[in-house]
Structure formats: structure tokens, C-alpha cells
């Protein structure tokens, strides 16, 4: 098992800065990624970047030059600077563990565990 334990969040203006993490306690020898989603109103979960073994890391196109995905091994953690944020950036954040060795970590389904959701409010 490997449960994740989510921190940050908030509101913060257009245009700011704001750091989440994700720290992986339990067999995280495991984790062969770990990923964000977000799930804004009225609409469906969708990726937003992971990291994984090796220290690879993907982004979406709409996060892609603003956010950054980085990892702490010492403290099993992984951080996610988000940089110049939208109002359309507002959604509740999750982040996720993969024990799988797979291509396909922009997706759901390649995840096994997840933390709690987080709201993150991007003020106009």
C-alpha cells in the first residue's frame, strides 16, 4: 500500500505562484510514477504532468512552461510549482502513485493510488 498526503493549495490572484506537494508514505519503493490530474466544475479529471523513475518528467500542453514537477527523494515527495496561473487553472488537484511500468502515466488508469483532492482558486 502507499498512501499520499497532499499539501498546499489555496486562492492566489491571476498571475501568482503557488507550491503543492505530494509525499508517499509505505511501500513507495513501489511507485514507478507519480502524477497530477485536476478535476475542474463541471467538467471531467484531466492530467496535468508526472514524474517518474528515472526522473522523466511530462506535461500537459495547457500547464506546459508554467508549472514544474520536481522530486525529493529523501522526503518521498513531489512537489508542483505552479507559475503564472489562470483563472481557468481553478479546479481541485489530486495527486496519484503508479506501481505500473508503463507509457501511458498521462492517464487515469495507469494509477493505483490517490491522495486527497486539493482546491486551488485562481482569482481574476
Known amino acids: 500500500q502507499v498512501q499520499l498526503v497532499v499539501s498546499g493549495g489555496g486562492v492566489v490572484q491571476a498571475g501568482g505562484p503557488l507550491r503543492r506537494s505530494c509525499a508517499a508514505f509505505g511501500r513507495t519503493f513501489r511507485t514507478h510514477a507519480l502524477g497530477w490530474f485536476r478535476q475542474a466544475p463541471r467538467k471531467e479529471r484531466e492530467f496535468v504532468a508526472y514524474y517518474c523513475s528515472g526522473s522523466s518528467t511530462y506535461y500537459a500542453d495547457y500547464v506546459k512552461g508554467r508549472f514544474t514537477i520536481y522530486r525529493d527523494n529523501a522526503k518521498n515527495t513531489v512537489y508542483q510549482q505552479m507559475n503564472s496561473l489562470k483563472p481557468e487553472d481553478t479546479a481541485v488537484y489530486y495527486c496519484?502513485?503508479?506501481?505500473?511500468?508503463?507509457?501511458?502515466?498521462?492517464?487515469?488508469?495507469?494509477?493505483?493510488?490517490w491522495g486527497q483532492g486539493t482546491q486551488v482558486t485562481v482569482s481574476s
Open positions: 496519484a502513485a503508479s506501481v505500473y511500468s508503463t507509457s501511458f502515466y498521462d492517464t487515469e488508469e495507469a494509477y493505483n493510488y
